[in-house]
């Protein structure tokens, strides 16, 4: 099935590798309006806006650590200053630290939540302030984890935020479902990306 996205501006974050990186190439081959690409990598983030740019889409990259927590408002302003509106958002961002259920500490639990679930609250939220603005609905799409479901023995921390991360993009499509904005989430298995080999 093929779908367009003509003139639709995203943002997309963890687009310099993996899943995230394979959903801005799919956004940009179906036609989207523009880009704006994120993560912590500058030369690889650099490297895909320009290989994006170059095949005809409009593509910024801007450098997040997603634990900072003035980054979601920061990321949404970017795309507005650079496009004029947002139109869909993709949180394919994550950390997938490993630590027994034993083993995980305090930081662990703090790193991964920050950055697989406070974060994606608080784009999903400027977000949807944006695109209620626009007055003409809008996508979001969560990239969660079948982890949220059964669990592992080195993820538990991780499974704890894809979980949390469900329930949220359950809680943000609900709330805004008059207002046209559709909050999905795929729950996706094991995938060979550099951050798991």
């Known amino acids: 099935m093929e779908f367009r996205l003509e003139g639709k501006v995203v943002l997309v974050t963890g687009a310099t590798q993996g899943i995230g ?68 958002l993709v949180n394919a961002a994550g950390l997938t630290n490993r630590a027994s259920f034993l083993d995980a500490d305090l930081d662990d639990w703090a790193a991964l939540f920050a950055v697989n679930a406070r974060a994606p609250f608080f784009l999903m939220q400027a977000a949807i302030r944006q695109m209620r603005k626009q007055g003409q609905g809008g996508a979001i799409v969560n990239i969660l984890s079948i982890n949220a479901h059964c669990g592992s023995p080195e993820l538990a921390v991780y499974s704890a935020t894809k979980g949390a991360l ?27 990306t550099p951050a798991e080999r």
């Open 21 to 88: 990186r394979a959903i801005a190439e799919a956004l940009a081959r179906s036609g989207a309006g523009g880009l704006l690409v994120t993560g912590r990598e500058p030369v690889r983030g650099s490297e895909v806006a320009t290989s994006l740019s170059q095949a005809g889409t409009p593509t910024a990259f801007v450098a997040a650590d997603l634990a900072d927590t003035t980054a979601p408002a920061r990321l949404v302003d970017e795309c507005i200053s650079r496009f004029g509106r947002i139109d869909a």
């Open 166 to 192: 469900a329930t949220l993009t359950r809680n943000a499509a609900n709330a805004h479902r008059f207002d046209r904005i559709r909050v999905n989430g795929i729950n996706v298995g094991w995938t060979d």
